[in-house]
């Protein structure tokens, strides 16, 4: 069996490299450095302002850095477009739910399987044989999904008329719609009470283990990064602050105070 960690056993499947950003002469990130090896769930912690966000929407391609790069199984993300990533094998979920609320949840996961389909406005109108076909396997693998997330039961609902925690699910189902190999999650924790928290966990841990999907978590909840990350990144004002397993990063002294001030809880 191979072993987990990287060395001469290949290269990360993701590895940011050397990130700043500067906002108008703000220093939002400042040289930051990290890899994720596949199949990890990697939570990436810091205080407001740290640059958690940031460094997420530079991974999604909201944003350019000013310096650095960030690769993919060796290729630089930096040459896609924000529309491009789902192709490159990036899927992301949002702070405050981007659906489209007007829809059925099986209209969404839909538009997120289309992300990732070759057909085109010609082969589609004129209902080519391969397109009929990749239709057939897109619904199919939509269908999968749903019942994966045990969303069946809402698939012709509309979205907006669902509870928060619900339309939480369907917008990660739409992200694994567009079969992605990293799956970026942005506060899924949000919203959530102690007992959707919880679930929410498991189900993590679970799309990892199930479906091989390595999992970059960006979250304030610290139980919930704590009890399902291997691995954690903690910045402050923009750079990095610790690394290590979440043990490791929890009982750093720098961690400590930048969350606490320098008083011990």
């Known amino acids: 069996m191979m072993q987990a960690h990287s060395g001469q056993h290949g290269s990360p499947l993701l590895a940011v490299r050397d990130v700043s950003v500067v ?16 199949g990890q769930i990697l939570g990436l912690i810091g205080p407001n302002g740290a640059g958690k966000t940031t460094l997420f929407n ?8 000013s310096k650095g790069d960030i690769l993919l199984e060796g290729d630089s993300i930096l040459t896609r477009p924000a529309h491009r990533i789902a192709e490159f ?15 059925t949840v099986l209209d969404n996961v839909r538009v997120g399987a289309h992300s990732r389909t070759n057909s085109d406005i010609v082969s589609d109108s004129l209902r080519l044989p391969w397109v009929r076909n990749g239709e057939k396997a897109m619904n199919k693998r939509v269908d999968d999904i749903l019942g994966y997330l045990e969303l069946r039961d809402f698939a012709h609902t509309v979205v907006s008329g669902l509870p928060f925690g619900t339309q939480k699910r369907v917008e990660l ?11 970026l999650l942005d506060e899924p924790a949000g919203g959530l009470n102690h007992e959707e928290v919880y679930i929410l966990g498991d189900l993590i841990r679970k799309i990892r283990d199930d479906r091989g999907i390595t999992v970059l978590l960006v979250e304030h909840h610290m139980g919930l990064v704590m009890s399902i990350a291997d691995h954690v990144v903690a910045l402050n004002f923009g750079r990095k602050l610790a690394e290590g397993t979440p043990t490791e990063v929890q009982n750093d002294p720098d961690v400590i105070k930048a969350y606490l001030g320098s008083k011990d809880q």
């Open 58 to 65: 530079c991974l999604s391609r909201l944003y350019q850095p």
């Open 173 to 183: 189902a739409r992200a694994l719609a567009t079969e992605p190999k990293i799956l």
């Open 23 to 38: 906002f108008g002469g703000i220093v939002a990130l400042n040289g930051i450095s990290f890899d994720m090896k596949k």
């Open 89 to 103: 094998g990036i899927g992301r979920t949002f702070q405050n739910v981007a659906l489209f609320p007007n829809l």
